[in-house]
């Protein structure tokens, strides 16, 4: 099942704007009445509530703004994601636990990357790679050697 972007998605991050915007006002608003306590609780409450629904958003803001995301952990995998035309596709590594709260990811050689990723990421394992550097450290990317090609039968 693909998960898929529309024009909701849009609506829904401006109606949260809107509606941050909208409480925050408020709560100034009773601070300069002298409602201070009240003012301060609500400014709180929405500042905490407005970050988390940021953070919740985060993945598919991305992927409208740049076309794709740079991935979360998922269990055990690394999972990459690009928009492509209003669904997402999305790609898994392997990750390994280094220590310290650190992950070692492992990306395909070039022979097992065409051969095993979808069409629209076959040839296109550098630029993948590339935005994969911009979360992990190189020392943390584990380049695997291609699997040996078994010989056709005879």
């Known amino acids: 099942m693909s998960e898929r972007i529309d024009n909701s998605f ?3 991050v401006a109606a949260g704007i809107v509606l941050g915007a909208f409480l925050m006002c408020s709560a100034l608003y009773l601070v300069s009445q002298g409602d201070i306590f009240e003012g301060g609780v609500l400014g709180t409450i929405t500042f905490f509530l407005f970050r ?5 958003t985060l ?3 991305s992927l409208l703004r740049r076309g794709y995301y740079t991935g979360q952990r998922v269990g055990a995998y ?4 690009e928009l492509h035309a209003g669904v997402i ?3 898994e590594f392997l990750l390994d636990y280094a220590g310290r709260g650190e992950y070692d990811i492992h990306v395909p050689g070039p022979q097992d990357w065409r051969t095993g990723m979808p069409p629209w990421a076959q040839e296109r394992r550098e630029e993948i790679v590339e935005r994969l550097a911009t979360v992990f450290k190189r020392s943390q990317m584990q380049f695997e050697p291609d699997s040996p090609q078994s010989p056709p039968d005879a």
Do not use: A, L, T
Not at 52 to 56: A, E, I, N
Not at 78 to 81: F, I, L, N, R, S
């Open 10 to 12: 849009r609506v829904i």
């Open 52 to 56: 988390m629904f940021w953070r919740d």
């Open 59 to 61: 993945r598919k803001r």
């Open 78 to 81: 690394w999972v990459y994601d």
């Open 89 to 91: 596709e999305s790609i």
